[in-house]
């Protein structure tokens, strides 16, 4: 007779074998459109305007804050004043954005590059030597608003950060700490190479001058208000013979904004009034007018649905599930997770009672009611899910917006997908993961 399992244990069980055949031929239909969705939109802009053409023709109330920030908005048969559901996912990721005065002729190499300055945590040296396209926006000099996208079209030109040789990186990089060895004045991005002709001091940067000028009507000083942004130009993919993984840039936190826009487009007569709010800056800690530190935006959505409810006591009888990624437990590197509490790829959706670092330092901790109560969801709607905590202590650690949102008083819990190879330009998600999250934000948004 084999081993059996003790019916009082806890061990966590994979996605895969939990789900039925149909679920999981649902899983992998769902991945399909997840996919589309990442090779079009990779700037917090591009999300908004997804959003919102999608909210609009799932007849949803769409709100948009400087088009940067977005709620999606779902009356719920309860009055206001009893509180509400609230799911929110950050819509920016990390890139290499444009300096101000970006252009500049390398006159040693013949190049003419943009200078950059790298937006959220990275590893430098990740971003070099692959193909990059430019997404954003320019604002001209006589006002008009130019939307910028090249590098994605195989038609395209792209763009790249070189590197340096290993015939040649011995001391210049070889020798010193990886965080080190590529510095962050370093990454800027080649963008041409030909001069013009003529009598110019700087013939190549003058000749890419001219090609901005004669394709889309920009002079230099118009990078100054434009905000541009560096990032990735491969596309999502399958990851896996089994083709039960996806390979794409940006899954933190795309892959909770879009699970969480598929569960509030499809939900009609909520009990509670549901809310999904998309927000922009988390990589660099929620600071700015369009980031989720910005409790005003929320206060201002609550008076539009009635103007004369205490907003302070709406938000003390709210509840929130802040949308956000978990690293997965990563191969020839497991011994920095404390792994009886990690999430790893293939399990489901992550709850993650806690955040922070270093003794839970700038952290939400969930009250044990709270996750008693998202657990208690979860396992009657048989939504495959695992704990999440990002690294051992003293070794990890990491924040979300949920800290905000607890400050004004909700119930906040972090339940998101895992993710493999955080923060770098190609992520990986499991499929499994990614339905399981859209199952679990609707059904909280469903909760009586």
Same mark, same amino acid.
């Given at each position: 007779?084999?081993?059996?399992?003790?019916?009082?244990?806890?061990?966590?069980?994979?996605?895969?074998?939990?789900?039925?055949?149909?679920?999981?031929?649902?899983?992998?239909?769902?991945?399909?459109?997840?996919?589309?969705?990442?090779?079009?939109?990779?700037?917090?802009?591009?999300?908004? $305007?997804?959003?919102?053409?999608?909210?609009?023709?799932?007849?949803?109330?769409?709100?948009?804050?400087?088009?940067?920030?977005?709620?999606?908005?779902?009356? +719920?048969?309860? !009055?206001?004043?009893?509180?509400?559901?609230?799911?929110?996912?950050?819509?920016?990721? *990390?890139?290499?954005?444009?300096?101000? =005065? *970006?252009?500049?002729? @390398?006159?040693?190499?013949? /190049?003419?590059?943009?200078?950059?300055?790298?937006? #959220?945590?990275?590893?430098?040296?990740?971003?070099?030597?692959? !193909?990059?396209?430019?997404?954003?926006?320019?604002?001209?000099?006589?006002?008009?608003?130019?939307?910028?996208?090249?590098?994605?079209?195989?038609?395209? !030109?792209?763009?790249?950060?070189?590197?340096?040789?290993?015939?040649?990186?011995?001391?210049? $990089?070889?020798?010193?700490?990886?965080?080190?060895?590529?510095? +962050?004045?370093?990454?800027?991005? =080649?963008?041409?190479?030909?001069?013009?002709?003529?009598?110019?001091?700087?013939?190549?940067?003058?000749?890419?001058?001219?090609?901005?000028?004669?394709?889309?009507? /920009?002079?230099?000083?118009?990078?100054?208000?434009?905000?541009?942004?560096? &990032?990735?130009?491969?596309?999502?993919?399958?990851?896996?013979?089994?083709?039960?993984?996806?390979?794409?840039?940006? $899954?933190?936190?795309?892959?909770?904004?879009?699970?969480?826009?598929?569960?509030?487009?499809?939900?009609?007569? !909520?009990?509670?009034?549901?809310?999904?709010?998309? &927000?922009?800056?988390?990589?660099? %800690?929620?600071? %700015?007018?369009?980031?989720?530190?910005?409790?005003?935006?929320?206060?201002?959505?609550?008076?539009?649905?009635?103007?004369?409810?205490?907003?302070?006591?709406?938000?003390?009888?709210?509840? &929130?599930?802040?949308?956000?990624?978990?690293?997965?437990?990563? *191969?020839?590197?497991?011994?920095?997770?404390?792994?009886?509490?990690?999430?790893?790829?293939?399990?489901?959706?992550?709850?993650?009672?806690?955040?922070?670092? #270093?003794?839970?330092?700038?952290?939400?901790?969930?009250?044990?009611?709270?996750?008693?109560?998202?657990?208690?969801? /979860?396992? $009657?709607?048989? =939504?495959?899910?695992?704990?999440?905590?990002?690294?051992?202590?003293?070794?990890?650690?990491?924040?979300?917006?949920?800290?905000?949102?607890?400050?004004?008083?909700?119930?906040?819990? @972090?339940?998101?997908?895992?993710?493999?190879?955080?923060?770098?330009?190609?992520? &990986?998600?499991?499929?499994?993961?990614?339905?399981?999250?859209?199952?679990?934000?609707?059904?909280?948004?469903?909760?009586?």
């Amino acid at each position: 007779m084999g081993e059996k399992e003790s019916k009082l244990g806890y061990k966590k069980k994979l996605a895969w074998e939990l789900f039925s055949k149909e679920q999981i031929k649902k899983a992998l239909s769902f991945a399909e459109d997840y996919k589309k969705f990442l090779n079009s939109v990779k700037t917090e802009r591009e999300a908004v $305007q997804y959003i919102a053409t999608t909210a609009r023709k799932a007849h949803k109330k769409i709100i948009i804050n400087k088009e940067k920030a977005a709620a999606v908005l779902v009356p +719920g048969t309860k !009055p206001i004043s009893q509180g509400m559901h609230i799911v929110i996912a950050h819509i920016d990721s *990390p890139r290499l954005d444009l300096k101000q =005065i *970006p252009l500049y002729e @390398d006159t040693d190499s013949h /190049l003419a590059l943009f200078e950059t300055h790298y937006y #959220g945590g990275i590893k430098k040296f990740h971003w070099v030597v692959i !193909p990059l396209a430019l997404h954003g926006v320019i604002i001209k000099k006589n006002g008009e608003k130019l939307s910028f996208a090249v590098g994605e079209k195989v038609s395209d !030109p792209i763009f790249s950060v070189p590197d340096l040789l290993p015939h040649l990186s011995q001391e210049t $990089q070889d020798s010193k700490k990886m965080s080190e060895a590529i510095k +962050g004045e370093s990454l800027d991005i =080649i963008v041409g190479s030909q001069p013009a002709t003529g009598d110019f001091k700087e013939k190549i940067k003058t000749a890419i001058l001219d090609t901005l000028h004669k394709e889309y009507g /920009l002079i230099e000083e118009d990078f100054i208000s434009a905000e541009l942004e560096a &990032v990735p130009a491969f596309p999502a993919r399958d990851l896996g013979f089994d083709r039960s993984l996806v390979a794409g840039y940006g $899954q933190d936190d795309r892959v909770s904004s879009y699970t969480t826009l598929k569960a509030i487009c499809e939900i009609t007569k !909520p009990a509670y009034t549901s809310l999904a709010l998309f &927000v922009d800056k988390e990589e660099i %800690g929620s600071e %700015g007018n369009t980031a989720a530190q910005v409790a005003t935006f929320l206060r201002t959505l609550i008076k539009t649905l009635d103007p004369k409810v205490d907003v302070d006591a709406v938000m003390l009888k709210s509840q &929130v599930i802040s949308a956000d990624v978990n690293s997965a437990v990563t *191969p020839n590197y497991t011994d920095v997770f404390e792994l009886k509490n990690a999430s790893s790829l293939g399990s489901g959706i992550a709850m993650s009672k806690f955040t922070g670092h #270093g003794g839970k330092y700038a952290a939400n901790d969930a009250s044990a009611e709270y996750v008693a109560e998202i657990r208690q969801m /979860l396992n $009657q709607a048989k =939504i495959p899910w695992q704990t999440g905590e990002l690294g051992k202590v003293d070794t990890g650690g990491g924040g979300t917006v949920a800290k905000y949102f607890s400050r004004l008083g909700m119930e906040v819990i @972090d339940l998101g997908a895992p993710v493999l190879s955080m923060h770098s330009p190609y992520e &990986v998600t499991s499929k499994v993961d990614i339905y399981s999250s859209y199952l679990a934000y609707k059904t909280f948004f469903e909760k009586k």
